[in-house]
C-alpha cells in the first residue's frame, strides 16, 4: 500500500498471525515476543531492498540512499501490526552521487573583477562542477555551478542565480538530485518491495516461533 512520500508494508495479520497465536497460546507474551522480533527484519529487508533497487540505476552510495532523512522506520504492535517506511521527498543534493567533480571546493587560477555594490573586487571563480545520477551516462558539466562549502560545513554543488545578497554577494542555489521516491519509480515497485517484506516477515515469524518454543521448553 502506497501513501505520499512512503510505503507502508502491508499489516501484517492473517494466516501468520493466526498461526502464531495457536502455536504459541500456551506461551504468556509469546505472539508479541515474536512480532517484535520479526517485523524489525521485515522493514529492515525491505530498506535493504530498496536501495539494491536503486542501484542498479543512479550512480549512488548505499550510505546516501540509507541517510535517516531519507529513509525511516515506524513499527506498531497489538490487534494489527504493522512496520511502516517512509521515503522521505526531499530530493538527495547532486553533490552527494557518484562521479562528482570536483570532489572538493577547487578555484581557478584566473582573476576576475566583479561590480558589488558599486565596489570593483577580484575574485577567483569555482571551477565549474560536473555530475551525473543514472549509470551509463558521462557526467554533466554545469559551467555556471561550482563546488563549495558552508559555513555550517554542508559540501555542495551551487550555481549562481544572477541576484545579489542583501551583503552583497552573488545569490546562489544549490543543484538537487532526485528523491528516493522518485528514485523507487512507480507504486508497482514499491508493492513488489512491499510484498517481499511481507513474505520475509513470514518467514521470520516462523522462525522466531520455533525460537520461542525452544526457549520455553528448555525453561520447563
Known amino acids: 500500500m502506497s501513501t505520499t512520500g512512503g510505503v507502508t508494508v502491508q499489516t501484517f495479520g492473517g494466516e501468520a ?56 522506520i515506524r513499527y506498531s504492535y497489538g490487534n494489527v501490526s504493522m512496520a511502516y517506511i517512509r521515503f ?7 553533490y552527494r552521487y557518484n562521479g562528482t567533480s ?17 565596489t570593483v573586487k577580484p575574485v577567483h571563480p569555482g571551477v565549474a562542477a560536473s ?30 542565480t544572477g ?9 546562489i542555489r544549490e543543484l538537487m538530485g532526485s528523491s528516493v521516491p522518485q ?7 514499491q508493492k513488489q518491495l512491499a510484498d517481499k517484506a511481507s513474505q520475509k516477515f513470514e518467514e521470520r515469524m516462523e522462525h522466531e516461533i520455533l525460537r520461542i518454543l525452544n526457549g520455553w521448553g528448555q525453561s520447563k
Open 17 to 72: 498471525l493466526d498461526h502464531a497465536a495457536k502455536v504459541l497460546a500456551g506461551i504468556s507474551g509469546g505472539v508479541e515476543k515474536a512480532v517484535k522480533s520479526a517485523l524489525p527484519r521485515a522493514a529492515s529487508s525491505l530498506r535493504g531492498e530498496s536501495v539494491r533497487a536503486i542501484k542498479t540505476k543512479y550512480d549512488i552510495s548505499a550510505a546516501n540512499i540509507r541517510s535517516k532523512q531519507n529513509i525511516s
Open 163 to 171: 541576484g545579489v545578497t542583501s551583503k552583497g554577494g552573488n545569490q
Open 183 to 189: 528514485m523507487l519509480g512507480n507504486e508497482s515497485v
Open 88 to 94: 522521505s521527498g526531499k530530493k538527495i543534493p547532486l
Open 131 to 160: 555530475a551525473h545520477q543514472l549509470k551509463g551516462t558521462s557526467p554533466t558539466k554545469f559551467d555556471n555551478a561550482f563546488v563549495a562549502e558552508m559555513e555550517s560545513g554542508h559540501i555542495g554543488i551551487f550555481e549562481r
Open 102 to 118: 570536483p570532489k572538493i571546493p577547487t578555484f581557478q587560477d584566473k582573476t576576475v573583477f566583479v561590480d558589488l555594490n558599486g
